[in-house]
């Protein structure tokens, strides 16, 4: 019995230590496994492409959503200026990595979210008659090349609009 503990101990912390090192992305990337894994990875951020080793280390995601109302009023919902997505988990809300490029690249899973998150503001703004949903990549400066106050890099790589009228 103790033998078999160890082995799968051993097994255990060999495929922790793969997949740190990313000794898997070239099989994981090329089969039918790469969406339903990216899909988990969304939701969970710590299975593939979380920590030191990481190759999102540095990068992120900003949500912006723009509710335009009846008498030109126009709300604006950012993650980089409070707006939470809707969690309490303070760690989803210090690093908003529910989207990895990866994933937020898939057209179809971006569209399933924006439509979610468009039913949610039309609940929330009773007045609303369109929706201007975009996702941005922000890339950070590597440490060598920080500078104080120095402007992040953003990619627009989703966006699309909902118009009621």
């Keep these: 019995m103790k033998k078999v ?21 070239s099989i994981v990337h090329k089969g039918w496994w790469e969406k339903p894994l990216a899909f988990i990875c969304s939701i969970n951020y710590s299975i593939w492409q979380y920590g ?14 723009n509710v335009h109302q009846d008498g030109d009023i126009v709300n604006e919902y950012t993650t980089l200026k409070g707006f939470n997505f809707y969690t309490s988990n303070q760690e989803s809300l210090n690093r908003f990595y529910g989207f990895k490029h990866h994933t937020a690249s898939d057209s179809v899973f971006q569209d399933l979210c ?19 949903y975009t996702m941005r990549s922000i890339h950070y400066p590597k ?15 989703y966006t699309t609009t909902f118009v009621l009228r």
């Design 5 to 25: 503990i160890y082995t799968l101990a051993f097994l255990h912390l060999l495929t922790i230590t793969i997949v740190i090192f990313h000794g898997l992305d």
């Design 52 to 65: 030191f080793f990481s190759p999102d280390v540095g990068k992120s995601s900003e949500l912006k959503i």
């Design 114 to 132: 924006a439509r979610s998150l468009a039913a949610r503001m039309l609940n929330i703004h009773e007045n609303a008659w369109r929706i201007d």
């Design 143 to 157: 440490i060598k090349d920080y500078k104080p106050e120095a402007p992040v890099d953003t990619v627009e790589f």
